[in-house]
């Protein structure tokens, strides 16, 4: 059976690791140390940094395909690596659009996609040039390295000392404008090396501080022509960009009821976690095929709703146990599927999610956030008691 090579040992290559197990596999993960969430449910693997080419290496050799769980290897090192033959998948072609924003905007306005209007930032005469152009506030970013609302500065008027002092520490930036949005979506797809694609639902994603909160499944009030054309859009970007595995296109719906990219990211996705329980093929499955040039698997969800609740660190752990905490839980939402990353909590870092599923939006998202808040704060949104009489008895 053929083994997979993934670069980064977070959670996306812990559950990536999970689905591999299902399908015979070997999940090889490069981890900063054995101690990262993946390899600590994987027997193979290689301690290193992503931007060691000579670790790299050591990752596949023997490996049917190498993939990452994020976007952080340099294109000096992969570039090596593919003249040598080694099959990474997505190509580091492909990957410079989820590494690059300024890459990425230009490469999707050359395609006739709906990209906010952006420019590259030298000085701060430029963003003061771009806002006046083309009106405030903006948007200035990273071009690289940002994530989690990481890199990302929202400027109401002109701030030459934050561009100047970006700048002097090296940051490579770009501005675009502030788009007047009503909520954010995300579709995700997933393509083959023999070409073959599929899509999952157009889902809505809450943002909070710049961090993915929850995720709805399909997007409430979404038409079927809109959600097919978002998908069609993902479907494109996909083959045209010559991407292999997962990708998700993060939008932004307009005002004016139209979308807008404004990301991409070319592995499993936080907005697609709900797929595990949710859909007949999980994000992390169809990645493992998708690389694999498996034929891919049903997306057909398996409820009409799915919400998946992000559990963050609190701002003060809790007294209580994590153990505890999920007899609790699960006390109350006996339906509620529970995924932990055997990560740390400090404040707002993702230490895991809860995916139920249900006919009714607003009640499935009310017992999704309400779990997932009591994991993470050993509190009751809603004022239940913990040490109230155990549910069970009334099963």
């Known amino acids: 059976m ?28 490069l981890a900063a140390s054995d101690a990262d969430p993946a390899a600590q449910v994987t027997p193979d693997v290689v301690v290193g940094d ?24 340099p ?44 420019a590259a930032v030298s000085a701060p005469s430029d963003v003061s040039a771009f806002g006046a152009a083309e009106g405030w506030p903006v948007v200035l970013k990273a071009i690289r390295g940002g994530y989690d609302g990481r890199g990302v500065w929202f400027l109401p008027g002109p701030d030459d000392a934050l561009v100047a002092d970006l700048l002097e520490r090296g940051t490579p930036l770009m501005v675009e404008t502030a788009v007047p949005m009503t909520r954010e979506l995300a579709a995700s797809v997933a393509r083959s090396p023999f070409g073959q694609a599929a899509a999952w639902p157009v889902v809505e994603t809450l943002q909070v501080d710049g961090q993915c909160a929850r995720v709805t499944a399909p997007a409430p009030g979404l038409s079927p022509d809109a959600a ?15 991407v292999v595995g997962l990708m998700t296109v993060e939008l932004f719906e307009t005002t004016a009821g139209e979308v807008v990219v404004n990301e991409l990211a070319m592995r499993p996705h936080n907005s697609g976690h709900w797929t595990i329980e949710g859909s007949v093929t ?15 698997g049903s997306t057909a969800p398996v409820a009409p709703v799915a919400v998946m609740a992000n559990v963050l660190g609190a701002a003060e752990e809790p007294a209580m146990s ?28 993702k230490i895991g999610h809860v995916t139920v599923l249900g006919s009714t939006e607003q009640d499935v998202r009310e017992r999704a956030e309400l779990a997932a808040t009591w994991l993470a704060t050993a509190t009751w ?9 155990d549910p069970r008895k009334d099963s």
């Not at 399908?23 to 993960?29: I, N, S």
């Not at 998948?89 to 050359?110: E, F, I, T, W």
């Not at 097919?228 to 010559?242: D, H, N, P």
């Not at 949104?381 to 009489?389: K, T």
């Open 228 to 242: 097919g054309r978002v998908q069609e859009l993902a479907l494109r970007i996909a083959e045209e960009l010559g």
């Open 282 to 296: 999980s994000q992390f499955e169809q990645h493992l095929r998708a690389v694999l040039d498996y034929p891919l």
């Open 322 to 349: 994590m153990d505890e905490r999920l007899h609790h839980c699960f006390a109350r939402f006996p339906e509620a599927k529970v995924h932990l990353y055997a990560k740390a909590g400090r404040p707002a870092r």
């Open 50 to 73: 992503p931007d060691d080419g000579a670790a790299l290496r050591r990752l596949a050799t023997g490996c049917s395909a190498v993939t990452f769980d994020h976007e952080g290897v």
């Open 381 to 389: 949104a809603d004022g239940w008691s913990a040490h109230a009489d």
């Open 2 to 29: 053929p083994v997979v090579g993934m670069v980064g040992g977070g959670q996306l290559a812990r559950m990536t690791a999970q689905a591999a197990v299902a399908l015979g596999q070997t999940l090889r993960v």
């Open 75 to 118: 294109q000096e090192v992969l570039g090596p690596l593919a003249e040598a033959g080694i099959p990474l998948r997505p190509s580091p072609q492909a990957l410079v659009h989820a590494q690059d924003k300024l890459v990425m905007r230009r490469r999707l306005a050359g395609m006739g996609l709906p990209v906010p209007a952006f």
